[in-house]
């Protein structure tokens, strides 16, 4: 019978569980199918049928899925229309308690359930609101108010709590909608959005703090009173205690969404409700913090510390988000959570260890601080969200011109606490790198913390500490104060002479920089402790006794880290000079440190990094003529062992390259030994960001070198091991191949035109695999920038530069990259000639037919180049290309637009460009012109027509740099169709029109200098969005002229011959 009962059981529980499989797996359906098929979204092609939900099934939806929420059921008590009515459904409540079926209990319960049921619902709520289903929150407001009343009746009753807990758990589901529809909606920016989350806030906020918030605190607060007298424990209920407190932070999460997206109007309007929610957040917070921030671990149960945690960042990041968004509604609540998380902030850190200083014997005890209860994580929520709020008051000018929060502001930033504040904050600052300062609190679910990561790995702690983010960083957020202090007009007058006070401190540095360096050992800690800057460190922040050493250098570490991140504000303060400070000390102290052997080091190369990296934050203030000699420490710097100083090193000689401009001898003394560390760097390094950024200082160096030399050895030095790099530059480093190509573009550039050939064999075929892999697809405009500078350096046509050419009609069907492609296209017209366009003239036709007639005005002038060059080089033969590929079509297809201006046409300046090429190709080749052209419109676009556009758009043709050119083509063209031209309908209309064919020759013949140097060659200019390359432009400028000066002559020779005749 036991083992039938049990079978039955394990049958039930089977059958349940694959039930509740379904009913998620169709929610989870619901959701996508929502996505795609609620709402017209505008994509796919104009016009298609689009397969949307109807608005039965819309409301159907709406009612079934707020049925499930708030009474475990599909189908609706009463049929009730939801899908625009403004009334609160209240008939969605379970009426009678006694009448609910074990079904409804199971999908009440069914967490998985209701929780993707809360998104769906989130998603139909951005899609309706405001304008659809107005009655979805007031239901669950509803609904919330009456299952709270609900539970108060049936509370005291015998055998109640089943019931109680079902009427619970509707709550929830009803308060975890709410919440996932309000953070769905808060991101919305439209103000009939902002309007709508106003009035939401306004109508229902009270309801929600009444029903939803109080019962919850006020349990909260019952417990918090007997845990007082209970030696402060809190541990009691179990799991209804668990359960309290996450309601109380779903509730506090609603709420927070209503406060910050309409805290201003609130304030305006429901003043005194504000108060309230304020007064009991500051309330909670003040009781709990302590209990949290505390050394002690018995003040609340160890199973009730991460929701309690969490319920506690909510509050504090409500706090945080309402001051930042809004500063000015904020202002007269300020001094209260001042206060509170200023004293929350110290009650982390600790106070400092005056005692330890005091002691004789250091150094006999060993366990000193042992017993210290560190900060517990540098990823601490508390502490980065205590500093965020004071930053972002200090940060806030606002407040000088609010009069009380002026009064607030100067009352509690007086200069003994800033000064106190900011000794704390620089202790904070590097609190990542000794690992004895980090604990891990296996209760908290941050993420683990890193801090020991430079030295198990000192590349990936120079990334990491590099992307640090206030957000999630503790020293980072520490930083952001400080800097929010010593702008501030309220604390800036302390803090830049406090902190000045520390860099003329020269003994203590040079103390710190032996010790760090190894020539000083075996000093009395005591000797240390009274070398401290800032003084006895912070209990929980202290390296303690046996390591006092430590101390000294986290101090000095962050006193540079300071004066580098206030570079600016320090330079107008009076007093202070960074040059003053490089030459006094700054320059003193990393010279010696350099000049140690590595072997010495007792401790990391702390210092030795910061400073360096100082010299990158100051670079426009770095004496590079110093004794000292900058560069060589840098160069020195990145010969030494440790990675994450290497790359320091990198990142400060590449701030400091700007300097060097007008040095060729000292960049050249640079790059010697510089570029073979580099690549040696690059070698060890496993970040494709390190090797990145060792392969653009390297560019960099070679692009900086105008003016200067550098010897066959060195350049050899640098060229061989990109070969290597590249073949190796798979996956994750692939990007390296972008900067191998900008390294052989800037030596190409170096070299210049007589020796940029050798480059061919190396370079030609990255430059094809860059075009010809997809995976490559992201060097496409790297190697067209170098496959331009290695074409403009050439001096003649080469068929290896040749053979790349077949790659442009793939590249031409993607217009991002058509400025530069026909650049290309038109040097690779103008110096291959005659053999260029033999072997490439169907893959030139190609690209036109791309392109012609596709783009925007501004890409159609570059293409013209392409036209143009093309005409000039090759009268007759450029205009049966086009003629053949369907360009000239295009061309007199959009002219004939113009004329009858069907309102698509292009405009003038497109059409003069198309008239110009057209008039090249007439003169060559007249019968080349495929005229009368019938349009679509059934309009003629004949020879009448074709002249009589030349002639009306003469005066605009005259516009612009290169007006007198199309003005003498289309002279020219006219000209040429009197008599004895064989057009006998162009002759016809050329007389018809002699009055103002006629004032066009003059004009011309009065405008145009005999010898044709006011006529300039074509050009475009280099757009905002396109990258000026300069390399090779005296050779191109020479050939244009070449090319077309015998074009010119021979035109005008025919105009004022043709003039003649008639």
Same mark, same amino acid.
């Given at each position: ?77 009463k049929e009730s229309a939801v899908g625009g009515s403004n009334n609160h459904q209240t008939d969605f409540m379970i009426a009678n308690p006694n009448d609910i079926t074990r079904e409804q209990v199971e999908l009440i319960q069914d967490r998985a359930l209701q929780t993707n ?485 007792? !401790?990391?190369?702390? #210092?030795? $990094?910061?400073?360096?990296?100082? &010299? @990158? +934050?100051? =670079?426009?203030? *770095?004496?590079?003529? /110093? ?104 996956? !994750?480093?692939?990007? #390296?191949? $972008?900067?191998?190509?900008?390294? &052989? @573009? +800037?030596? =190409?550039?170096? *070299?210049?035109?007589? /020796? ?108 013209? #180049? ?17 003629? /053949? ?178």
């Amino acid at each position: 019978m036991d083992q039938e009962n049990e079978s039955s059981s394990a049958t039930h529980k089977a059958a349940v569980a694959a039930a509740a499989t379904m009913r998620l797996a169709a929610v989870l359906s619901l959701k996508a199918a929502i996505t795609r098929r609620w709402k017209d979204k505008g994509r796919g092609k104009v016009g298609a049928t689009k397969n949307l939900l109807g608005e039965g099934a819309k409301k159907l939806l709406r009612t079934s899925m707020l049925n499930l929420v708030l009474a475990g059921r599909v189908v609706a008590a009463k049929e009730s229309a939801v899908g625009g009515s403004n009334n609160h459904q209240t008939d969605f409540m379970i009426a009678n308690p006694n009448d609910i079926t074990r079904e409804q209990v199971e999908l009440i319960q069914d967490r998985a359930l209701q929780t993707n049921i809360a998104s769906l619902l989130s998603k139909i709520a951005r899609m309706d609101l405001p304008l659809m289903w107005q009655g979805l929150i007031p239901s669950l407001v509803e609904a919330v108010r009456c299952a709270q009343g609900t539970v108060y009746q049936i509370k005291h009753q015998p055998q109640s709590k089943q019931m109680q807990q079902l009427f619970q758990a509707v709550i929830y589901n009803a308060m975890n909608s709410l919440e996932a529809i309000l953070s769905e909606i808060s991101t919305q920016r439209l103000l009939v959005d902002k309007k709508y989350r106003n009035s939401i806030a306004l109508q229902y906020l009270g309801s929600i703090v009444e029903s939803g918030l109080m019962p919850p605190f006020q349990e909260l607060e019952s417990l918090g009173n007997t845990a007082s007298n209970n030696n402060g424990m809190m541990g009691g209920g179990g799991e209804c205690i668990a359960f309290t407190l996450r309601y109380a932070t779903l509730t506090s999460r609603v709420v927070s969404h209503m406060m910050i997206s309409s805290f201003s109007k609130l304030v305006e309007e429901k003043s005194l409700l504000v108060d309230r929610i304020l007064t009991l957040t500051h309330s909670f917070l003040s009781r709990w913090l302590p209990c949290i921030l505390g050394d002690s671990d018995d003040a609340v149960h160890v199973t009730l510390r991460k929701p309690l945690k969490q319920l506690l960042r909510v509050h504090c990041d409500l706090i945080v988000d309402l001051q930042s968004s809004h500063p000015e509604s904020f202002a007269r609540y300020l001094t209260p959570f001042l206060t509170l998380f200023h004293s929350s902030l110290m009650c982390i850190v600790g106070v400092p260890e005056q005692k330890r200083c005091q002691r004789r014997n250091v150094a006999n005890n060993n366990d000193l601080g042992a017993n210290n209860s560190n900060l517990r994580c540098g990823t601490d929520r508390f502490a980065i969200a205590f500093l965020s709020f004071l930053a972002n008051v200090a940060g806030t000018s606002k407040y000088a011109d609010l009069v009380n929060a002026k009064r607030e502001m100067a009352s509690f930033f007086t200069p003994s606490l800033v000064q106190s504040l900011s000794r704390t904050l620089l202790q904070l600052f590097s609190i990542h790198i000794s690992p004895i300062q980090i604990g891990h609190n296996d209760d908290d679910d941050d993420s683990e913390y890193d801090a020991v990561l430079w030295q198990d790995d000192p590349e990936a702690f120079y990334h990491w500490e590099m992307n640090r983010s206030s957000e999630e960083d503790v020293g980072c957020a520490a930083q952001n104060l400080f800097l929010a202090l010593a702008e501030s007009s309220f604390s800036g007058d302390v803090v830049l002479p406090w902190l000045m006070g520390f860099v003329t401190n020269v003994v203590s540095q040079r103390l710190a920089v032996e010790l760090e360096g190894g020539i000083s050992f075996g000093i009395d800690p005591q000797i240390i402790y009274s070398a401290l800057p800032l003084g006895a460190p912070c209990a929980k922040l202290s390296s303690g006794a046996e390591n006092a050493s430590m101390d000294l250098l986290l101090q000095w570490d962050a006193i540079y880290t300071a004066a580098g991140l206030m570079g600016s504000i320090l330079e107008n303060y009076t007093g202070y000079s960074f040059q003053t400070w490089f030459r006094v000390s700054v320059g003193d102290c990393l010279s010696m440190l350099l000049r140690q052997s590595k072997q010495q080091r007792t !401790q990391l190369p702390i #210092l030795q $990094r910061r400073m360096i990296w100082l &010299l @990158s +934050c100051n =670079a426009n203030q *770095v004496p590079i003529s /110093s004794p000292f000699n900058p560069f060589g420490m840098l160069s020195s710097a990145i010969l030494d062992q440790d990675v994450c100083v290497r790359l320091t090193a990198v990142q400060a000689m590449d701030a400091l390259l700007p300097q060097c401009e007008d040095a060729p001898s000292l960049l050249q003394s640079i790059v010697e030994p510089t570029a073979p560390a580099l690549y040696q760097l690059v070698n060890e390094c496993a970040e494709v960001e390190s090797r990145s950024s060792c392969l653009d200082l390297l560019s960099n160096l070679i692009c900086m070198q105008t003016g200067g030399s550098l010897t066959n050895e060195i350049l050899n030095t640098i060229v061989a091991p990109l070969s290597s790099i590249w073949d190796n530059a798979i996956d !994750q480093n692939l990007r #390296l191949k $972008r900067s191998v190509l900008t390294i &052989l @573009s +800037c030596i =190409a550039s170096f *070299v210049g035109p007589e /020796s940029c050939s050798v480059l061919y064999p190396l370079v030609l075929p990255m430059i094809d695999e860059s075009f010809a892999r997809e995976e490559n697809v992201f060097l496409v405009e790297e190697a067209l920038k170098i496959w331009w500078v290695f074409l403009r350096l050439s001096r003649k046509y080469d068929s290896l530069l040749g053979k790349l050419f077949i790659h442009t009609v793939e590249l031409s069907k993607d217009f991002d990259h058509l400025m530069i492609l026909m650049r290309v296209t038109e040097h690779y017209i103008i110096l291959g000639g005659a053999t260029f366009l033999n072997d490439h003239a169907t893959t030139i036709q190609s690209v036109l037919s791309h392109v012609v007639g596709e783009v925007r005005p501004r890409g159609t002038a570059y293409i013209f #180049l392409v036209i143009e060059a093309l005409l000039c080089s090759f009268p007759v033969e450029g205009g049966a290309l086009l003629n /053949s590929c369907g360009v000239l079509k295009t061309l007199i297809e959009a002219c004939a637009s113009s004329y009858f201006d069907d309102g698509k046409c292009d405009p003038d300046r497109v059409i003069v460009l198309y008239l110009a090429a057209l008039a090249r190709v007439s003169l060559s080749r007249p019968d080349t012109l495929q005229l009368p052209l019938k349009l679509p419109s059934g309009a003629v676009f004949g020879e009448e027509e074709f002249i009589s556009l030349y002639t009306g758009k003469f005066q605009v043709a005259g516009n612009g740099a290169h007006g007198l050119l199309y003005q003498k083509l289309w002279a020219l063209l006219l000209l040429s169709f009197y008599p004895p031209c064989q057009l006998a309908s162009c002759c016809n209309t050329v007389l018809r029109k002699s009055k103002t064919i006629f004032n066009i020759f003059i004009s011309v013949l009065k405008n145009v200098h005999p010898n044709g140097t006011n006529l300039l060659s074509y050009e475009v200019g280099c757009g905002d969005d396109e990258e000026s390359i300069y390399i090779g432009e005296d050779f191109y400028d020479a050939l244009l002229q070449g090319q077309r000066a015998n074009v010119n002559i021979i035109l005008w020779s025919c105009c004022l011959l043709c003039l003649h005749l008639c």
